[in-house]
């Protein structure tokens, strides 16, 4: 414990919030907002020279923190996630949550260890004798699939042969018998081969197990030792409340291995250190400073002088135990919006569906937190339905059509068609930016941003391919209106494929996660195309944007 005075920089603030802002709002409050900008003006001074901050990769996330101190005066604390010049420690911010020294001691002899493995991995996968091995194997294959492919094409063709032969009716029980013969002896023949050519191959892939088994135990013993030496790296980690309570960050996570940069992050830095300096938290913000994150990190979304929620699959584990004691605002995306109980309002139904109309705001299904959505106004309206009624879903900010099922069979026919891809559907949204292309499609593979949840990531080795079709329908000097056509139904599709650099490089204007904020996100399904499930007709359900 101690007075922060070389870290506080003092600011006067005209208006002061009466709770702690939450950290999980995309807006920051204006007084956090007014710190941030001056901390952005002294930027150039604080960086280390070896940090260049426009280079690749070189961008940074740095957050502020508005606070008052026992005498009243007001200020802020600064600091920046992960390591700034490959250091923890710099000039000006606040120091991580643990102590380096002892982090530098612990993990020193368990980073040689790593280190060397990794240097036997790759001698081992650099092997000439491993390398023949494998070329070896690979042709081995590569003859055996042509031999048996042919094998088993000639045998197709005798079998055509001999049923149209059985089809002809003067056939007698001889000829039908020297058939069966044939079609047994195709069957041993294909045995033998199959048999021969693994005989023939057995040395070959018999040494490539043993060269395969080698590696994979020394990359398992790598992976031990990394879990091993996270587990170690994360033992210095004692996350502190203004109260003095203190939890090790791995109490804040089920399986006790936190996530990667976990207790990292600006936030958690600047909180803990107002909690250990007996000063109060008013307002937090986060924002990006410098280059956007290259394809290779898989996120790309970040942009220059944007501010940022702090994250949900870290921060929101971690801060909500450091603000403890200190009246926090609930995050506007877990505040409840009142709809009346004419939503989502009916646009088809019959006996067997219902399609309405969802207004933006309006949850699909339950979440954790809030729990009015589609499904539970459906249910109430319908109760005699059992069961899950909606098909599909669409984010809680974007309206337009859905559709549900009201009997199993119904629900079954149309849950195929989703499955089979003959769902047809249609969006319109307007982008944050100017799009030059007037039609196109984007096909970048998708997957869950298992640091920061609920993002999606392009992930070209792990995703799940996702496809999307576009046309222009209209522009002016700052946006883009646009038709989206999704061919493939991943979460979070259109907005990614909108916002990446990869893709449109336009994010949907109002867009939280992956753009920047508006009245709303502009995104709205308008219109919706299935078979009838029961009177099996095409049918297409329309909804007009309201923007």
């Known amino acids: 414990m101690g007075k922060a005075i070389d870290l506080f920089t003092p600011l006067k603030f005209e208006v002061l919030p009466q709770k702690f802002p939450s950290p999980f709002d995309v807006v920051p409050h204006d007084v956090a907002q007014q710190a941030a900008e001056s901390l952005k003006k002294r930027l150039p001074d604080l960086c280390p020279e070896q940090h260049d901050l426009d280079e690749v990769d070189g961008g940074k996330m740095f957050g502020v923190l508005v606070v008052k101190d026992a005498s009243g005066r007001t200020g802020y604390l600064a600091a920046y996630s992960g390591m700034l010049g490959g250091c923890w420690n710099n000039d000006g911010f606040v120091p991580p949550v643990f102590n380096v020294a002892e982090r530098e001691n612990l993990l ?28 070896k194997a690979e042709e081995y294959k590569k003859e055996s699939d042509q031999q048996l492919n042919a094998l088993i094409q000639q045998q197709k063709d005798r079998k055509r042969y001999r049923d149209t032969l059985r089809q002809n009716e003067s056939i007698d029980q001889q000829q039908l018998e020297a058939l069966a013969n044939q079609s047994r002896e195709d069957k041993f023949a294909l045995r033998a081969l199959k048999k021969k050519l693994q005989a023939d191959s057995e040395d070959v892939f018999f040494q490539l197990a043993q060269f395969q088994s080698q590696l994979n135990d020394l990359k398992k013993q790598r992976k031990n030792l990394s879990i091993k030496l996270q587990k170690r790296a994360f033992s210095g980690y004692k996350i502190s409340r203004s109260d003095g309570t203190v939890k090790t960050i791995s109490e804040f996570f089920s399986d006790g291995l936190p996530p990667s940069g976990a207790g990292d992050c600006a936030a958690t830095k600047l909180v803990q250190y107002a909690n250990n300096h007996t000063l109060v938290p008013l307002a937090l913000a986060e924002f990006w400073w410098g280059a956007a994150p290259s394809a290779a990190q898989m996120s790309g979304f970040r942009k220059h002088g944007r501010y940022y929620p702090s994250c949900r699959s870290r921060c929101r584990k971690i801060l909500p135990f450091m603000l403890e004691g200190f009246s926090v605002t609930v995050p506007l995306h877990e505040q409840p919006v ?46 005699e339905v059992s069961g899950v009624m909606l098909l599909h879903r669409l984010d809680q900010a974007t309206s337009g059509v859905m559709i549900a099922a009201k009997n199993a069979r119904a629900y079954k026919h149309l849950q195929h068609q989703f499955q089979d891809r003959t769902v047809n559907k249609l969006y319109i949204a307007i982008l944050d930016g100017v799009l030059e292309q007037d039609h196109g499609e984007i096909n970048l593979p998708l997957r869950i941003d298992i640091y920061d949840r609920p993002r999606q990531i392009v992930c070209h080795e792990r995703g799940k391919q996702s496809l999307t079709k576009y046309s222009v329908i209209s522009r002016d000097k700052k946006t883009t209106r646009v038709m989206l056509f999704p061919h493939t139904g991943r979460t979070h599709q259109l907005r990614v494929h909108a916002a990446h650099p990869d893709g449109l490089d336009c994010p949907i204007l109002g867009d939280e996660l992956y753009g920047r904020s508006a009245e709303r996100l502009y995104l709205h399904a308008a219109k919706l195309t299935v078979t009838h499930p029961i009177k099996n007709v095409r049918m297409t359900f329309n909804s007009d944007a309201i923007f």
Do not use: C, M, N
């Open 108 to 135: 020193h002899s368990g980073e040689k260890e790593i280190a060397a493995l990794t240097t036997r991995i790759k001698q081992f996968e650099g092997d000439p004798v491993f390398h023949d091995v494998q070329v």
């Open 338 to 383: 009142e709809f009346g109980t004419e939503y989502p309002r009916t646009l088809h139904e019959d006996e067997d569906i219902v399609v309405v109309e969802k207004p933006a705001g309006l949850l699909s299904v339950p979440g954790k937190v809030l729990t009015d959505s589609v499904e539970e106004r459906l249910k109430s309206r319908y109760p």
